[in-house]
């Protein structure tokens, strides 16, 4: 049944080209304002409607439903009064006369433009990575076909041990592969963990059975004689043997569109703080954008993005509309069931002090960075339940010197002392009183 939404107050025409997370959340901060424009067109690439990207890897893993990642179904879009154009790519902008086309040869006419494209996974320069049976990791039609390689196939090898990495080799596990990890860099997860914390992660993973190869360098792909892939090999002999291969050593912004329709670009879209483009009837959103040198792929930063979008979209003008501002990030993430929280620097610096804590029953680790009493970097190892406290004082640039004794033992304890300290502060003489 067609929801009744209050009159928008604008005729204009939004067309968003995306609909993944990010055009997706857009769409439900609009519906929110009533300043929104009446008329939105959104146009997707897949077939599929928006669906959780995240939740992927429980797909791969057999442990999910595919109608559980669906954020929402084609009804609700129209329900909403939203058009929604599925399993068309949009091949050209002309930026004149505000128009784009379709591979499907619709054209449609637009007064705002969103880009909202994402990204592609990015692909290492090794001979043999065009052959049949060497796959990526980013939408449903890869985890599909990553069911399909270990119904038919025994030995996998996973070239990436950063999340989506990690996570690709555990989904395939479960499905019964055996599967080889490369990690070029000396620890899984370098961009999140210590040395130690990292450690832990490979040990367990160990113990479920992935053969994990780090500081790995790949030298190429080995077809077989029906030209399928058969093998990896390293550059120090090592051969594996591999009848799919999975591609994940992370993402390159999705900007060939933007580029051919003439806008900035730089490793991204270039957009300003109202995600603005060099165009000014046109945004951009997500993990295709560059803001101030920076690429996003975590949610967090996006989310903070969809709201200032969705605000300056509803006004006439920038003016009054907060801008994005770059914040520090959080990174929380659940590794095939183990919990990791992390932010600041992984690697201490030499005035840093080093506070650290381990469980080996209960396989906990946290390591704290601090300078001159207040927190600047953290590495928390399978109990992260304190982590958005560490985080929250970071922010603050709070001195938590009062504390530091019990820093290591949680949020509570050090709150605790720190409440005290405050309490107990002396008072001033009183020949210092104003």
Not at 310 to 329: K, N
Not at 416 to 432: T, V, Y
Request: hydrophobic letters at 40%; glycine letters at 8%; charged letters at 25%.
């Amino acid at each position: 049944m067609r929801q009744r939404h209050p009159a928008a107050a604008s005729r204009e025409h939004l067309v968003i080209v995306g609909n993944g997370m990010a055009g997706h959340r857009l769409v439900e901060a609009l519906l929110a304002r009533p300043e929104r424009s009446a008329r939105i067109t959104v146009i997707g690439a897949e077939a599929a409607p928006a669906y959780n990207r995240i939740l992927l890897s429980p797909l791969l893993a057999g442990e999910m439903e595919r109608e559980a990642l669906t954020l929402r179904d084609a009804e609700w879009y129209a329900e909403h009064d939203i058009e929604l154009v599925l399993g068309e790519r949009v091949e050209n902008i002309d930026r004149s006369a505000r128009r784009l086309t379709t591979d499907a040869g619709r054209e449609l006419d637009y007064d705002r433009l969103v880009l909202a494209t994402g990204s592609h996974p990015a692909r290492p320069p090794v001979p043999g990575l065009e052959l049949p049976g060497v796959h990526v990791f980013r939408d449903l039609n890869d985890a599909d076909a990553l069911a399909h390689a270990a119904e038919t196939g025994r030995n996998a090898v996973v070239i990436g041990g950063g999340l989506l990495g990690l996570e690709a080799a555990e989904g395939l596990r479960k499905r019964g592969m055996q599967v080889s990890l490369l990690q070029r860099d000396d620890r899984l997860m370098n961009r999140q963990l210590d040395l130690t914390a990292a450690r832990l992660l490979e040990n367990e993973l160990r113990g479920r059975g992935l053969d994990i190869h780090t500081t790995a360098q790949l030298e190429r792909l080995e077809a077989d004689a029906e030209g399928q892939v058969c093998a990896a090999h390293l550059a120090d002999g090592t051969r594996l043997a591999a009848d799919c291969v999975v591609v994940a050593i992370g993402i390159v912004p999705h900007a060939a569109l933007a580029r051919t329709a003439g806008l900035e670009v730089n490793r991204g879209v270039v957009v300003d703080e109202w995600l603005t483009t060099s165009d000014p009837a046109i945004h951009a959103l997500g993990e295709c954008c560059e803001h101030q040198g920076n690429l996003y792929g975590l949610v967090e930063p996006i989310w903070r993005q969809v709201d200032v979008l969705a605000e300056r979209l509803c006004r006439p003008s920038a003016e009054g509309v907060p801008g994005y501002v770059e914040q520090p990030t959080a990174t929380k993430l659940k590794v095939s069931g183990i919990s990791l929280y992390a932010f600041g620097p992984t690697e201490a610096e030499p005035d840093h002090e080093i506070l650290s804590y381990r469980d080996p029953q209960q396989g906990d680790y946290r390591r704290l960075l601090l300078r001159e009493g207040r927190l600047e970097g953290a590495v928390l190892y399978a109990d992260t339940a304190s982590g958005p406290w560490y985080f929250e004082q970071a922010l603050a640039g709070r001195d938590l010197t009062a504390c530091r004794a019990a820093l290591l033992l949680g949020a509570a304890d050090a709150q605790l002392l720190l409440d005290d300290a405050s309490n107990e502060s002396p008072q001033r003489p009183a020949k210092e009183a104003a």
